[in-house]
């Protein structure tokens, strides 16, 4: 098993920053990918970006490219998301995921493992 906590979200004006961390407990040595989700109230869950543990090659979401990125500490086990020029469309529960073989992906099946989430919102 792993767990991941995340934390780091909060409130910001539009054009602020922001940077959410996910930290990875247990089984560690499984992981192989690492993704950041997010989830709006009335919609669904969507991709923002992964990273694969080992060599890490990054993807990320058209919506996020250029304001968003994915890093990582190997010896912390965590993940980070460090998110500039926040817009009001950001604003949802981010969560943590990470896939066990293979990625990055960016659809949520292969991620077998999910954290509690923490909330984003952006005001205009």
């Known amino acids: 098993q792993v767990q991941l906590v995340e934390s780091g979200g909060g409130m910001v004006q539009t054009g602020g920053n922001l940077r959410l961390s996910c930290a990875g407990s247990g089984r560690t040595f499984s992981i192989n990918t690492l993704a950041w989700f997010r989830q709006a109230p009335g919609k669904e869950r969507e991709f923002v970006a992964s990273?694969?543990?080992?060599?890490?090659?990054?993807d990320y979401a058209d919506s996020v490219k250029d304001r968003f990125t994915i890093s990582k500490d190997n010896a912390k086990n965590t993940v980070y998301l460090q998110m500039n020029n926040l817009k009001p469309e950001d604003t949802a529960a981010y969560y943590c995921?990470?896939?066990?073989?293979?990625?990055?992906?960016?659809?949520?099946?292969?991620?077998?493992?999910w954290g509690q989430g923490t909330q984003v919102t952006v005001s205009s």
């Open positions: 995921a990470l896939a066990t073989y293979g990625g990055p992906y960016s659809r949520t099946g292969p991620y077998g493992y």
């Open positions: 990273i694969r543990w080992s060599g890490g090659i990054t």
